[in-house]
């Protein structure tokens, strides 16, 4: 599978927050499931289930 880097802006204390609650570790293969998520809720109107 191909990769892309995603340039994201995110304000400071949303930062904070993700890096709180989400381990080191797992920040990548979160952020894929939400961006999974957020496609395939625009595709097939459902809403995403954590």
């Given at each position: 599978?191909?990769?892309?880097?995603?340039?994201?802006?995110?304000?400071d204390?949303?930062?904070?927050?993700?890096?709180r609650?989400?381990?080191?570790?797992?920040?990548?293969?979160?952020?894929?499931a939400?961006?999974?998520?957020?496609?395939?809720t625009?595709?097939?109107?459902?809403v995403?289930?954590?």
């Open positions: 599978m191909a990769t892309e880097q995603l340039l994201l802006r995110l304000p204390d949303l930062v904070q927050r993700f890096k609650t989400v381990p080191a570790r797992a920040r990548s293969a979160y952020v894929r939400l961006l999974a998520c957020v496609s395939m625009s595709w097939h109107g459902q995403c289930q954590w």
